[in-house]
C-alpha cells in the first residue's frame, strides 16, 4: 500500500491550509480524503494532536492521520510551500526555474520572503525530516521524502494547456471582468469541474462533495483549497512513479510532473 499526503500549506499561521491523502489500489490510485484544515483533517481519524493543530500543525499526528485514513504507512507528503535546506528570505533557484519555464504561461511563482513563510516553511520541513521526510531535491529524489510542489504548472502538464487555469476565488474578478458574482460562481464551478474530470483520470473516486451552487465567494474558499490539496497528492503520486521532473538545484526544488509526450524513465 501507498499513501501519499498533500498539502495546500497557508504561507501564514492565520492562513487555511487544505489537506487530502490518496492510496494505491491495485495498480491505481485511490482519492481517500480531502479536508479543508489540519484539524478537520486529525479529526477525521479520530487522532488526539499533542500540540496545535492549526498555523503550526503538529505534524506526527497528520501522518497518523493519513495512516489511518490510508490504510499504510505515508510514502510521499506532497507541499505546495517554498522550503528549502537552507534558510531563505528571497527567490530561489527553484522559483526562479520554474518562473523561466513556466511564466510564459502565467504560471509564475511567487516570491517567498523572511516572513512567508519563514519560520512556518522552516516547521514543517524540519518536523517532517525529523520524522523519516528529508526534502527532495535534484540530488535526493527517493521515498520516503517531502516535496515541494507549486499546483499552476501542475495543472499545465495534467491538462496539457498553454495556459493557467482561472480557478482562485480571489482571482475571480480579474479573471472575469465586468461579470456578476452569480456568474464569476459559475465559471469557477465549471473550472473545477474540468481539473476534477482531468485529475479523475488518474486518480479513482475523487469526491470533493461540492454543493450544488454557492450564495457567494467566500465559502468556496475551504474547496479551492481541498482541491490544491488533491492536486499535491497527485503529483506526489508522480514523484513516487519516477514520472515527476525537479526544478532548483541540491537545496530546494519544486516538483512538477513531466510532458505526456516524453518518454518516463523505467
Given amino acids: 500500500m501507498t499513501v501519499i499526503l498533500g498539502i495546500d500549506a497557508a504561507w501564514t499561521s492565520h492562513g487555511s491550509s487544505g489537506i487530502a491523502v490518496i ?10 480524503a480531502a479536508e479543508p484544515s489540519y484539524s478537520a483533517f486529525i479529526e477525521k481519524a479520530s487522532v488526539k494532536p499533542r500540540t496545535r493543530t492549526d498555523g503550526f500543525p503538529d505534524v ?7 495512516h489511518i485514513l490510508g490504510g499504510g504507512e505515508v510514502d510521499v507528503v506532497a ?7 537552507l534558510e531563505f528570505s528571497t527567490r530561489r533557484k527553484a522559483d526562479q526555474r520554474i518562473s523561466q519555464v513556466f511564466g510564459r504561461c502565467g504560471a509564475g511563482t511567487h516570491s517567498p520572503s523572511a516572513q512567508r ?9 524540519q518536523r517532517f525530516h525529523e520524522l523519516g521526510f528529508p526534502l527532495a531535491t535534484e ?5 520516503p521524502a517531502l516535496i515541494e510542489v507549486y499546483p499552476h504548472p ?7 494547456c498553454p495556459m493557467r487555469r482561472m480557478y482562485k476565488v480571489d482571482k475571480s474578478n480579474k479573471y472575469w471582468k465586468n461579470k456578476t458574482v452569480s456568474e464569476r460562481i459559475g465559471f469557477l464551478q465549471e473550472e473545477w469541474q474540468n481539473i476534477l474530470a482531468a485529475l479523475s483520470a488518474e486518480v479513482t473516486a475523487i469526491d470533493l462533495k461540492l454543493p450544488a451552487s454557492f450564495p457567494f465567494l467566500a ?4 474547496y479551492e483549497d481541498k482541491l490544491d490539496a488533491i492536486i499535491s497528492t497527485w503529483v506526489g503520486m508522480k514523484f513516487f512513479l519516477g514520472e515527476a ?4 538545484d541540491e537545496n530546494a526544488a519544486i516538483w512538477v510532473p513531466r510532458n505526456k509526450a516524453e518518454n518516463y524513465p523505467n
Avoid: C, Q
Avoid at 506526527?60 to 493519513?66: G, I, M, T, V
Avoid at 465559502?219 to 475551504?222: A, E, L, S, Y
Fill in 139 to 143: 540530488t535526493v529524489n527517493r521515498s
Fill in 219 to 222: 465559502p468556496m474558499k475551504n
Fill in 117 to 125: 513563510p519563514g519560520v512556518l516553511g522552516r516547521y514543517l520541513s
Fill in 79 to 85: 507541499v505546495d510551500m517554498p522550503m528549502s535546506k
Fill in 60 to 66: 506526527a499526528a497528520l501522518l497518523k492521520s493519513a
Fill in 23 to 32: 492510496a494505491s489500489e491495485g495498480d491505481k490510485f485511490r482519492f481517500i
Fill in 154 to 160: 501542475a495543472l499545465l502538464r495534467l491538462m496539457n
Fill in 245 to 248: 521532473e525537479a526544478y532548483g
